[in-house]
């Protein structure tokens, strides 16, 4: 068990729809990061908040939004679904920003795996 | 543009046999880190080892090991009496250091069976 929590485990919903995924992240760790997992794309990365505040910007479609709460859980949120949009939706966390030496570990939580139909 | 190779797709070794997973690398930054990452068929991502491209010996956590060879830009992973659960995808991953955030570039994967 890593110590980073998504919910929910599994996702099944019809094109159009939004939905929500939901991430806390290990007791102390300040960043998290969201990764996307698809059969054609591989795994891709999203986006990351450090301490509230949006850090780095992957890959991540217009109709995709996150935010980090006080709390620093983070939520990714995704409109208008399609059905590429198909995959398994990872969040990580790390103590620090992850870009300095000595580097921070991202630990994984258990990914949601979202169905489009 | 930073790139992760892994020109293995799937592999099998014998149980209590030594295996080697290539992963080589692509970047012009000095700075950087490199992971691996074991995905079991449940799903969940799970840390393994990890580099440093300032790290002057190889990394090793367990029957994990690292052999970096900086030059040839390869971190090939190096997992040691092989045991039925270590069937899975292994993945490595690279970080860009000083480069505004923390985010990992993937390779594709190498799907590693264990053979009874």
């Known amino acids: 068990d890593s110590g980073v929590t998504q919910t929910p485990k599994h996702l099944i919903t019809a094109t159009g729809q939004r939905v929500t995924l939901r991430c806390s992240p290990r007791?102390?760790?300040?960043?998290v990061y969201w990764y996307q997992q698809s059969l054609d794309q591989g795994l891709q990365f999203l986006i990351q908040?450090?301490?509230?505040?949006?850090?780095a910007k992957g890959n991540i479609l217009e109709r995709f939004s996150a935010q980090q709460f006080p709390d620093l859980h983070s939520e990714l949120n995704l409109s208008s679904l399609e059905l590429g949009d198909s995959a398994l939706y990872f969040c990580?966390?790390?103590?620090?920003?992850?870009?300095?030496?000595?580097?921070?570990?991202?630990?994984f939580g258990p990914g949601t795996r979202l169905t489009v139909l | 543009a930073q790139k992760i190779t892994q020109t293995q797709p799937g592999m099998f070794v014998q149980e209590k046999e030594a295996v080697t997973l290539d992963c080589t690398y692509d970047?012009?930054?000095?700075?950087?880190?490199l992971f691996w990452y074991k995905q079991p068929s449940s799903g969940e991502m799970i840390f393994l080892i990890y580099?440093?491209?300032?790290?002057?010996q190889n990394a090793t956590e367990g029957r994990y090991s690292l052999n970096f060879q900086k030059a040839r830009k390869s971190a090939n992973l190096v997992i040691s009496a092989s045991q039925l659960g270590d069937s899975a995808m292994y993945f490595c991953?690279?970080?860009?250091?000083?480069?505004?955030?923390?985010?990992?570039?993937f390779g594709q994967g190498t799907e590693l069976s264990v053979k009874p």
């Open positions: 970047t012009s930054d000095p700075s950087y880190g």
């Open positions: 990580a966390s790390s103590v620090e920003e992850g870009d300095r030496f000595p580097t921070d570990t991202q630990y």
């Open positions: 580099q440093g491209s300032y790290d002057q």
């Open positions: 991953a690279l970080c860009r250091i000083y480069n505004q955030g923390g985010k990992l570039i």
């Open positions: 908040y450090y301490n509230g505040e949006e850090r």
């Open positions: 007791s102390g760790d300040l960043s």
